[in-house]
């Protein structure tokens, strides 16, 4: 239900609404949308799902894209705020779910999500970050 005409969170709103109107009491739906925009940005909105993760290429930091809202379907009257953030050649932003968070290690704990303080030093693709959280998992 997102509205090409809309702004990111007028749409991710406007999705609440129609899931507040027809999901059972109790349901609720997690999300992050990303919109990349032709000059490098990204807009953001965050509906209480995992925070993605960013990688600076330019000193190799990682930071957090807190959420901006609350979960869809617990209250048709929510508004949602959106961020816009502008990429650097290189930059990475690394999308999950909680599936990778909560997947079990050897031994039988949450993986979790911490960054590293050296993190940065081995992910420098998508492909590094598979890699990195697989090795993390145990």
């Given at each position: 239900s997102v509205a090409p005409a809309l702004?990111?969170?007028?749409?991710?709103?406007?999705?609440?609404?129609?899931?507040?109107?027809d999901a059972?009491?109790?349901?609720?739906?997690?999300l992050c949308y990303m919109q990349l925009a032709n000059t490098?940005?990204?807009?953001?909105?965050?509906?209480?799902?995992?925070?993605?993760?960013?990688?600076?290429a330019g000193d190799?930091?990682?930071r957090e894209l807190k959420r901006t809202g609350i979960v869809l379907g617990i209250d048709p009257r929510l508004g949602y705020e959106q961020k816009y953030l502008e990429l650097d050649p290189g930059d990475l932003i690394v999308m999950y779910t909680d599936g990778v968070s909560e997947t079990l290690n050897s031994d039988e704990e949450?993986?979790?999500?911490e960054i590293p303080d050296d993190a940065a030093e081995h992910i420098q693709t998508v492909g590094d970050a598979v890699k990195f959280i697989s090795e993390k998992q145990g």
């Open positions: 702004r990111p969170e007028d749409s991710i709103a406007h999705a609440n609404r129609l899931i507040c109107e059972a009491y109790g349901m609720f739906v997690s490098g940005g990204v807009t953001y909105v965050n509906a209480g799902h995992n925070p993605p993760l960013l990688l600076r190799g930091s990682f949450e993986f979790g999500i």
